[in-house]
DNA sequence: CTAAACTGTAACAAATTTTATTACAATAAA
DNA sequence: TTTATTGTAATAAAATTTGTTACAGTTTAG
């Protein structure tokens, strides 16, 4: 359940938000994540979708962040890219007849929200700003 | 990247916690599971190296937990599975001529390396006694 | 007003990771 | 001494992730 898709729209984000007042295209993102340039458009979609970054079409279009950096959490960015439970699961239905099998999906699945919540918590006390002014 | 490890690991450990002073042996866990025997007996050499369980080889034989269930931490379970980092990373290196580029995989370490010990801190609460006492 | 530089999107291909399978030697109890 | 079991390797299959190609649609710059 692990992809690279939180790194990648950390590094879309921090990009934005280094040059305000520009457009960024997906090549020149690309270049610097050194990644497919469809690959950035379709995270660009998924972070438009969340309200994150706002994009214009057309010659010399590209994508911009959709509010100041201090108003997005990177809470907002994990669950914008969340897509499974974070402590895993496995995917075959355990055995019903057992008494473990029968339950463990649900005991974990809670187990797996108090967890995420934990994290979120941590992770929404950083915005895009503070993490930003770490780079120079 | 999330795969199923942790879970099946919760589920072979709480099998043998509901079976004290018996030994029980992969097919019959794969069989509550739901997987493959040999993918039972990979995870329990893991739990086995970090001291979670132990085994019997020959014929009756099988595993057991190797402490008491009451000292088994959940957060000792997320360690013996764990391998990438939490918040997941891009392959690729980043363009070193970007100044964004350059530090971001040090910056997300850094990062995911907090969100996990907030995470690590939460699992810690919890023993596997008390997980299993969930099912009933 | 039209060519150029973009985004949006689909379709498909390649690579990687995860899960499953088969096979069999080693071990130990029945 | 047969049988049930673990340990382990090798390989295959399935699933997921990442990359590529292609092109229609949009907008601006010249």
Redesign the interface.
Known sequence: ????????S??IL??LE?SPNEVLSSDYLA?????NPVLVRKEIINLRKHGLVASKEGKSGGSYLARPAKEIL?SDV?EAVRQ????????????PK????K??DE??NN?SN??ED??I???SK?TLAD?SK???
Chains 1, 2 share one sequence.
């Open positions: 359940m692990n992809n690279g898709r939180f790194s990648i950390m590094h921090t990009l280094k270049g610097s994540i050194n990644i990177l994990y499974n439970s974070i402590l895993g699961q496995n995917k075959n239905k355990p055995n057992c008494i473990v099998g339950q463990i005991h974990l187990l108090e967890v934990a994290m918590k941590k992770l950083t993490f770490k780079f120079n």
